[in-house]
């Protein structure tokens, strides 16, 4: 009887972990998170090089040293800078979503905003809160909101830039200089 008893309870619990698992789904990627990686690869194609500071990628849990990325920034009217920065260090497969403003005080140059580490399905791992005194962990629904406008303001980057994206034969060459080249031989 006890060893009907022993089976009985592992079936139990297993079905309760699967009724969980059920009650409580993976989150599924909607439009919003897939478009992220056409943003990804248009900003690996078309960014600027440079590196996010080695405190940031810390507090990301991206390693301590400076994280090699290309990014692309947009400065508001207010003087936010919106930058999407995709790694480009092959173990580190992240990218750092930010609406930050750099502060010059008297005795001290700081970024004042939030950053949001995500990948290319747009599911939201990490939110940080920077200012001058540094930078700190936020619960990720604190800034939720935020980060699915900022999420779709570079959606609407891309699709702005992408007829000049797809008018091109090749990459970084456009028609016209496709047919200046031939012309000059």
């Known amino acids: 009887m006890k060893r ?15 009724a969980s698992l ?7 990627p909607h439009s919003g998170q897939t478009e992220l990686s056409k943003v990804e690869e ?8 440079e590196s996010i500071a080695p405190e940031l990628a810390a507090i990301l849990g991206l390693g301590s040293d400076r994280l090699p990325v290309k990014l692309k ?14 790694s480009t260090n092959p173990s580190q497969k992240a990218i750092v979503i930010s609406a930050l ?11 004042v905003g939030t950053a949001w580490l995500t990948d290319r399905s747009g599911i939201l791992h990490e939110t940080i809160r920077v200012d001058a005194s540094g930078a700190r962990v936020l619960p990720n629904n604190s800034r939720a909101a935020e980060f699915t406008n900022i999420k779709a303001f570079f959606v609407k980057k891309l ?12 990459p970084g060459t456009s028609a016209t200089a496709a047919g200046g080249k031939q012309e000059a031989k």
């Open 101 to 111: 403003k750099t502060i010059a005080d008297k005795m001290q140059i700081y970024s």
């Open 22 to 28: 059920a009650q409580n789904p993976a989150p599924t």
């Open 159 to 170: 699709e702005a830039a992408s007829p000049s994206i797809s008018s091109s034969p090749s």
């Open 42 to 49: 248009w900003v690996l194609s078309q960014g600027t090089v």
């Open 73 to 86: 920034s947009f400065r508001t009217s207010d003087g936010v800078s919106r930058t999407f920065a995709v």
């Open 4 to 18: 009907h008893y022993g089976k009985f309870l592992i079936v139990t619990l297993s079905l309760i972990g699967v």
